[in-house]
């Protein structure tokens, strides 16, 4: 089955004058019709503040991906500390073995400082060194990022382009950090800038899971570079586009004349990506009702294309105008909340909170799972803020 979208508005009629509305646009993924080629790269923090439990159990978790390996799967390992070091070079697991493998992963060991962009920049060159030897199209390429520290000589927005750079490479980062002293703000950008996902690890009880949740995630992928193209109308304004899968964030827009892209994360099968946005739809000369396009969009994946328009009928029928679709508005709001919990930014979300109860009333299910998740993030700390990005379906019904 190949991917389709669908489009709706909040508002399905607007006035001669304009109006702002809030779109949503719903990709469905499609199912697979080939076997998933995984290409991994394991980037460990062998810093000295990982000795002990959290070395020990890093290497349990790679050891763990190596059982769930498939023979065209590629994997390889980075260690970083003071400086990167490739432990095993990308290696097809049908020409290694088990026992081989261990052995690299037996090297992995704690000490020195934290120089997280050389290792990043190791498990990079890596992937892109087995370019020309992955055989299956739309093979899916990760680097799964484990730290417990600082880069002290980058800051978070050296990073962000650093991830925007090995997403152009079409290489998804899935980053963790562990414990209380990583940058929480490097780990957000590389996850949310490469269209991947971070995560907060609690201790190190969790690394194996981290490991082998995202090398078994990589099994369901549909499409690993698709985007979503907006060819917006004349006169329309387009001021914010939030994503919702797998975590809540912010689009930056990609702009070429009247056309947006929007990159999206690994369409995954069975699980419906949503593309929320806000837009100001213009001022119309005119009389008698009309429909008008304000984008057309264009889904891109697996060399395949949907398409659907963004409509709105301009008319001055009280009645029509009168018309909501609630949820869609529910939609992007909820995503603007999680968006701003996932950086800490309470107030921010609080005002927008206070805004959906006003509108919609406290009895609205995704009224009170985003207040129920602000007090959480206000209460607590870094394990919140992640677990606030997930978004919650539900009916949207009072």
């Known amino acids: 089955m190949p991917p389709r979208i669908e489009t709706a508005v909040n508002r399905p009629a607007v006035p001669w004058t304009g109006a702002t509305v809030t779109a949503e646009v719903d990709v469905e993924p499609g199912a697979q019709d080939r076997a998933v080629q995984r290409v991994l790269s394991l980037c460990i923090d062998t810093s000295g503040s990982m000795g002990g439990e ?28 003071s400086e990167a070091e490739l432990v095993m070079r990308p290696t097809r697991w049908s020409d290694t073995s ?25 498990a990079r060159k890596a992937l892109e060194s087995v370019d020309y030897q992955v055989e299956t199209e739309g093979a899916v390429r990760r680097i799964l990022l484990l730290s417990d520290g600082k880069d002290k ?14 997403d152009g490479a079409g290489i998804r980062i899935k980053a963790a950090g562990i414990g209380a002293e990583y940058n929480e703000d490097t780990i957000r950008e590389l996850g949310t800038k490469g269209r991947g996902e971070w995560s907060h690890l609690e201790g190190p009880f969790a690394i194996e899971d981290f490991f082998g949740d995202a090398v ?43 056309t947006a892209v929007v990159k999206l994360p690994d369409l995954v099968e069975r699980e419906h990506q ?15 009702e009309e429909n008008h396009v304000l984008v057309d969009l264009t889904l ?25 679709n609630e949820s869609v508005q529910l939609d992007h709001q909820q995503t603007v909340v999680k968006t701003e919990l996932g950086k800490g930014n309470v107030e921010a979300a609080e005002t927008q909170v206070e805004r959906m109860t006003r509108i919609h009333g406290e009895d609205v299910d995704a009224v009170q799972e985003v207040e129920r998740q602000t007090q959480l993030v206000r209460e607590g700390g870094r394990a ?10 539900d009916d949207h019904q009072p």
Request: hydrophobic residues 40%.
């Open 274 to 288: 949503k593309v929320t946005m806000k837009l100001h739809a213009p001022a119309m000369d005119g009389e008698d």
């Open 216 to 258: 078994e995630d990589a099994n369901d992928v549909v499409a690993a570079d698709a985007q979503l193209e907006l060819d917006v109308a004349n006169g329309v304004e387009v001021e914010e586009v939030y994503r919702a899968l797998p975590q809540a964030q912010e689009v930056d827009l990609d702009w070429r004349a009247n």
């Open 384 to 393: 919140e803020r992640n677990r606030a990005t997930k978004i919650v379906e």
């Open 98 to 122: 088990r026992e081989e493998a261990m052995e690299h992963v037996t090297e992995l060991t704690a000490g020195g400082g934290t120089d997280m962009f050389d290792g990043l920049q190791t």
């Open 300 to 324: 891109t994946a697996r060399g395949a294309e949907a398409t659907a328009p963004l409509i709105v009928t301009y008319t001055d029928d009280n009645a029509k105008l009168a018309a909501e």
């Open 153 to 166: 000589h980058h800051e978070p927005a050296d990073f962000a382009d650093l991830a925007r750079e090995i």
């Open 54 to 81: 959290k070395i020990e159990r890093a290497r349990e978790g790679a050891a763990w991906v190596m059982g769930l390996l498939d023979p065209e799967d590629y994997v390889s390992i980075v260690a970083f500390d």
